[in-house]
T-cell receptor, first 111, second 114 residues
Framework: QKEVEQNSGPLSVPEGAIASLNCTYS??????FFWYRQYSGKSPELIMF????GDKEDGRFTAQLNKASQYVSLLIRDSQPSDSATYLC???????????FGKGTKLSVIP | ETGVTQTPRHLVMGMTNKKSLKCEQH?????MYWYKQSAKKPLELMFV???????ENNSVPSRFSPECPNSSHLFLHLHTLQPEDSALYLC?????????????FGEGSRLTVL
C-alpha cells in the first residue's frame, strides 16, 4: 500500500515568516512529486512540482526533494494571510497511472 | 476558473435515487479523472479515462458508473448510494495522460446521500 504522510496541522506562522510543510512517502520507486493548495470550499490547484533531488524555486515557493530519505517539503517565504489553506502532497510512482495524495496540512498565516 | 466545469455543484439524493454528475473540460486535455474527497481522508482516485478509454478503476463499487463519451466530457452515474458515499466529488483533467501529476480540478460536486 503506497502511502503519503503529512502532518495534518494546523500549522500557524506569523505573517512574513517562513512556513515549512513536510511530506514523506513509502514507495521508494516514486518519481514525481507535487504540491497542491486547496482553499476552504475550493478545489485543489497545483502550485509546485519537482522530479529531481534538490531544490526548485518559484517565487516565494521552494520545493525540496530528498529521494534517499523519501522526503519532500514545501517552503513558503514571506508568508501572507492569503497563503492560509490546506496543502496537499501528491506522489506519482514508477509505472503508476495515478497520484497518491496525503491528507494535507492546514496552514494558517496570522496577520 | 480552471477550465473544468462540474454540475451540479450540490446534490442531495435518497438511497434509491438515480442521478448523474457531469464534468466538461475546455482545455483540450486528453485524460479525465474522478476523485472522491471525504473529510479527514486523502483524495481517492476513482476512475481514469485516457483518450476516452478507461485505464483505471480503483475497485469502486458498481453503484458508481462512469461514462466518457469524448475527451471533453465525463459523467458519473449514481444509483442506490449509501450515506457513506456523501463526499465532494472532483473531476480533473490533464494534458499528458494519466501518468502525470499536473491535474486541473473542477470546483467539485458536493453530494449528500440521505
Amino acid at each position: 500500500q503506497k502511502e503519503v504522510e503529512q502532518n495534518s496541522g494546523p500549522l500557524s506562522v506569523p505573517e512574513g515568516a517562513i512556513a515549512s510543510l513536510n511530506c514523506t512517502y513509502s514507495d521508494r520507486g516514486s518519481q514525481s512529486f507535487f504540491w497542491y493548495r486547496q482553499y476552504s470550499g475550493k478545489s485543489p490547484e497545483l502550485i509546485m512540482f519537482i522530479y529531481s533531488n534538490g531544490d526548485k524555486e518559484d517565487g516565494r515557493f521552494t520545493a525540496q526533494l530528498n529521494k534517499a530519505s523519501q522526503y519532500v517539503s514545501l517552503l513558503i517565504r514571506d508568508s501572507q494571510p492569503s497563503d492560509s489553506a490546506t496543502y496537499l502532497c501528491a506522489v506519482n510512482g514508477a509505472g503508476s497511472y495515478q497520484l497518491t495524495f496525503g491528507k494535507g496540512t492546514k496552514l494558517s498565516v496570522i496577520p | 476558473e480552471t477550465g473544468v466545469t462540474q454540475t451540479p455543484r450540490h446534490l442531495v439524493m435518497g438511497m434509491t435515487n438515480k442521478k448523474s454528475l457531469k464534468c466538461e473540460q475546455h482545455l483540450g486535455h486528453n485524460a479525465m479523472y474522478w476523485y472522491k474527497q471525504s473529510a479527514k481522508k486523502p483524495l481517492e482516485l476513482m476512475f481514469v479515462y485516457n483518450f476516452k478509454e478507461q485505464t483505471e478503476n480503483n475497485s469502486v463499487p458498481s453503484r458508481f458508473s462512469p461514462e466518457c463519451p469524448n475527451s471533453s466530457h465525463l459523467f458519473l452515474h449514481l444509483h442506490t448510494l449509501q450515506p457513506e458515499d456523501s463526499a465532494l466529488y472532483l473531476c480533473a483533467s490533464s494534458q499528458d495522460g494519466p501518468n502525470t501529476g499536473e491535474l486541473f480540478f473542477g470546483e467539485g460536486s458536493r453530494l449528500t446521500v440521505l
